[in-house]
């Protein structure tokens, strides 16, 4: 069993940076594709970013040069830099891991969510 923790959200102001970082237990994810997706009020889940097994990262298109995923030294870390942050990133950002390495949308394992306000 995999366990997600989710850390780093707050209130920013338009502009700011944040970096937000999952903590993994219960297996070495190095080979896992691990992401992140968020939730914003009265929408549905997206999906913002994967690294896969071999570190090859994904953004959608609404983050791609402002985030960057990353997997920590420790291989159970997950982290995103978000720069340049928008009213329009506030949402529930959500930690996930796949067992399938190559995945785009790891969505096997979930955390809890950590919540990131930008004010204008």
């Known amino acids: 069993q995999v366990q997600l923790v989710e850390s780093g959200g707050g209130l920013v102001q338009a502009g700011d940076s944040l970096t937000l970082s999952c903590a993994a237990s219960g297996r070495t994810l190095s080979s896992y594709a691990m992401g992140w997706f968020r939730q914003a009020p009265g929408k549905p889940r997206e999906w913002v970013a994967t690294?896969?097994?071999?570190?090859?990262?994904i953004y959608a298109d609404a983050v791609k040069g402002r985030f960057t995923i990353s997997r920590g030294n420790v291989k159970n870390t997950l982290y995103l830099q978000m720069n340049r942050l928008k009213p329009d990133d506030t949402a529930v950002y959500y930690c996930?891991?796949?067992?399938?390495?190559?995945?785009?949308?790891?969505?096997?394992?979930w955390g809890q969510g950590t919540q990131v306000t930008v004010s204008s």
């Open positions: 690294i896969t097994s071999s570190d090859h990262t």
């Open positions: 996930a891991a796949d067992r399938s390495g190559a995945t785009v949308f790891p969505n096997e394992y």
